[in-house]
């Protein structure tokens, strides 16, 4: 009786059913940016199944006296699907190393991991089919020297721009 029910306001409102964006066993390569260290990194995600994605950063700087470097390793599943867009939930783990000035006013050198705990979505406009824009949000905390914990807030542009084979 429910399901007639949403049948019936779906086509009463003009709402058409839509098929998801279907990535199963597609690779993809693109840029997003670390938001904790403003650092670009080279993305991966590759999609083992239609609800699960393995995602994948690299960023290195190697500035004098400001070097940084992130390595990350996440897993997505697919809980909300949209005929352009694909809303996930996941996690993220990495390794982090940056340089930063202290109280004394010397450089010195930061290593620690990150653990992230996300939600986001990643959208395709018509005819680009295989160029994916994602945001993301989340919480996640930090440790080096000490513990951080910190919101996420990623726009499309940070989050990253991903081209799938």
């Given at each position: 009786m429910l399901k007639v029910l949403a049948l019936v306001f779906a086509?009463?409102?003009?709402?058409?059913?839509?098929?998801a964006k279907?990535?199963?066993?597609?690779?993809?390569?693109?840029?997003k940016s670390h938001s904790t260290l403003d650092?670009?990194?080279?993305?991966?995600?590759?999609?083992?199944?239609?609800?699960?994605?393995?995602t994948g950063g690299l960023g290195i700087d190697t500035q004098k006296d400001q070097s940084k470097f992130a390595a990350m390793a996440g897993v997505r599943r697919i809980v909300f699907k949209e005929q352009n867009m694909n809303f996930y939930m996941g996690g993220t783990i990495?390794?982090?190393?940056?340089?930063?000035?202290?109280?004394?006013?010397?450089r010195e050198k930061q290593s620690g991991f990150e653990l992230d705990a996300v939600f986001g979505g990643e959208f395709f406009f018509t005819g680009l089919e295989s160029l994916g824009f994602t945001f993301e949000g989340g919480v996640g905390v930090?440790?080096?020297?000490?513990?951080r914990f910190r919101t996420?807030?990623?726009?499309?542009?940070r989050a990253g721009i991903i081209f799938y084979f």
């Open positions: 086509v009463l409102t003009g709402v058409s059913v839509a098929e279907d990535l199963t066993n597609r690779l993809g390569v693109g840029v650092l670009p990194e080279l993305a991966v995600v590759y999609n083992p199944s239609s609800e699960i994605q393995v990495g390794l982090l190393n940056w340089e930063e000035l202290n109280d004394a006013g010397t930090i440790s080096a020297d000490n513990v996420i807030a990623d726009s499309p542009f």
